[in-house]
């Protein structure tokens, strides 16, 4: 059989998908997964409150808050996901404000949700 031969990776990839071992590990994980995403949403919901105040306070069209709320998950999940903090964070979210600014966002209303929601400070210059 050559290395590459298909019949071996289909083989594989069946083994890997037996759905009914998939379902017990699934069944054994699901209680504390629940739990996780219980809190989780709690905080979501939280956090994208807080982004909507910031717009409004900010004078942003309504027609625009699907996109700064999609900058908060992507800070919420630079934070709380991946836990980074400080400058690490600082210069993770000035990638992201780099993008949703090229993307037609103004750049002084994605500063005040990283800092006001996130508490996270701009980069220190190098």
């Known amino acids: 059989m050559a290395h590459n031969d298909p019949t071996k990776r289909i083989a594989n990839w069946d083994i890997g998908f037996d759905t009914a071992r ?6 054994l994980k699901r209680p504390k997964m629940f739990e996780h995403v219980q809190s989780q949403f709690v905080s979501i919901g939280s956090m994208e409150l807080q982004v909507k105040q910031v717009c409004d306070a900010s004078g942003v069209s309504v027609i625009q808050y699907p996109f700064y709320l999609d900058f908060g998950r992507e800070m919420w999940h630079i934070t709380h996901e991946t836990e980074m903090s400080g400058e690490s964070a600082a210069q993770e979210a000035a990638v992201l404000i780099a993008k949703w600014t090229a993307r037609g966002l103004t750049q002084a209303v994605l500063q005040a949700v990283r800092t006001d929601v996130f508490n996270v400070s701009a980069p220190v210059a190098p």
């Open 22 to 27: 998939i379902k017990g590990v699934l069944d």
